[in-house]
């Protein structure tokens, strides 16, 4: 069974970073497209980044591209999000999510409904 173990949440102030990271473990973590989501209360969970099985391609909502940047370590089964340049609206609890993708059907994706498995969340709390 596939499991995700985010940290690297915490409170900030406006205009500095943080990086969050996500443990794989259960499987072949490099037959996963790995994404990130982020949820604010009453909300429902919005599509961050996205970055295939290699790590050679990424993908980004456009509030967050040249801020932050996806990437991950095939051989320690660790997806980063690196997040500069907060804004007090990146405040949300960030999940961290597996696909398993075989073949070559597509090596990204920011659809929720394609994704396997998800963490807990990690708390990002951006203060102005």
């Known amino acids: 069974q596939v499991q995700l173990v985010e940290s690297g949440g915490g409170l900030v102030q406006a205009g500095g970073s943080l990086r969050l990271s996500c443990v794989f473990s259960g499987r072949t973590f490099s037959n996963y497209v790995m994404g990130w989501f982020r949820q604010t209360p009453g909300k429902e969970q919005l599509f961050v980044s996205t970055i295939s099985r290699s790590g050679g391609n990424t993908y980004y909502t456009d509030s967050v591209k040249g801020r932050f940047t996806i990437s991950r370590d095939n051989a320690k089964n660790t997806v980063y999000l690196q997040m500069n340049s907060l804004k007090p609206e990146d405040t949300a609890l960030y999940y961290c999510?597996?696909?398993?993708?075989?073949?070559?059907?597509?090596?990204?994706?920011?659809?929720?409904?394609?994704?396997?498995?998800w963490g807990q969340g990690t708390q990002v709390t951006v203060s102005s």
């Open positions: 999510a597996a696909d398993l993708v075989v073949g070559m059907t597509y090596d990204l994706t920011n659809r929720r409904v394609d994704y396997d498995y």
